[in-house]
């Protein structure tokens, strides 16, 4: 079993439409939670980090529920840009810190 | 834009061969770390250097590699090369807190 799952999708999503991703992690030390977006070829961008209180960035929402190792991501209004894969990250520290990713989660957006 | 470059930004190898891939961390930032994302998976964790030395290492065999040089560049060194190790090889720099990646370099074993 992989330490972060993802539906590697595609979600294929008319614009102005709302879309949820979803994604587990195995491991309950993992300390924080991250999405990051990754353009075709290009590498992964910091999208946002997800807290236990939910956080928001303008038509993001992201939340993490501790007890069930979940982590979630909102697009609302979704726009042509908003097209990418998006990894759900978790971050360790053992020692050192260490990003584990999720395969990612590819989202099309239509006209 | 991340302030975090790898070069070369493509690379084709012979299946045996070795290879160097470089990378410049963000200025000030003393952590590396490189990852390796083969086509339709995320990037998974090969190693991690802090002030010159390997602190941390993924599932990954001896011949991959690596050094930090005192100005915190890094180098990934992968000698035998496989076919499968065609994938995109992803630089990461860090000082406390948020990872910043640079564009990555597209290895091809052929």
């Known amino acids: 079993r992989k330490e972060v799952e993802q539906d590697p999708g595609p979600f294929n999503v008319p614009e102005g439409a709302t879309v949820a991703f979803n994604c587990t992690y195995s491991?309950?030390?993992?300390?924080?939670f991250f999405w990051y977006r990754q353009d075709c070829r290009k590498e992964p961008k910091l999208l946002m980090s997800?807290?236990?209180s939910g956080n928001e960035d303008g038509r993001f929402t992201a939340q993490l529920n501790r007890a069930s190792q979940y982590i979630s991501l909102l697009i609302r209004d979704s726009k042509l840009s908003d097209s990418a894969t998006y990894l759900c990250v978790v971050k360790r520290t053992t020692g050192f810190q260490k990003l584990v990713f999720g395969t990612g989660t590819r989202l099309l957006v239509s006209p | 834009e991340t302030g975090v470059t790898q070069s070369p930004t493509h690379l084709i190898k012979t299946r045996g061969q070795q290879v160097t891939l470089r990378c410049s961390s963000q200025s000030g930032h003393n952590t590396v770390s490189w990852y390796q994302q083969a086509l339709g998976q995320g990037p998974q964790f090969i190693f991690q250097?802090?002030?010159?030395?390997?602190?941390g290492r993924g599932n990954f065999p001896p011949r991959f590699s690596g050094l930090q040089f005192p100005n915190y560049s890094s180098e990934l060194n992968v000698n035998a090369l496989e076919l499968d190790d065609s994938a995109l090889y992803l630089c990461?720099?860090?000082?406390?807190?948020?990872?910043?990646f640079g564009q990555g370099t597209r290895l091809t074993v052929v």
């Open positions: 250097y802090y002030r010159e030395e390997e602190n």
């Open positions: 990461a720099s860090s000082l406390e807190t948020e990872a910043f």
């Open positions: 491991n309950s030390a993992s300390q924080s």
């Open positions: 997800v807290y236990s």
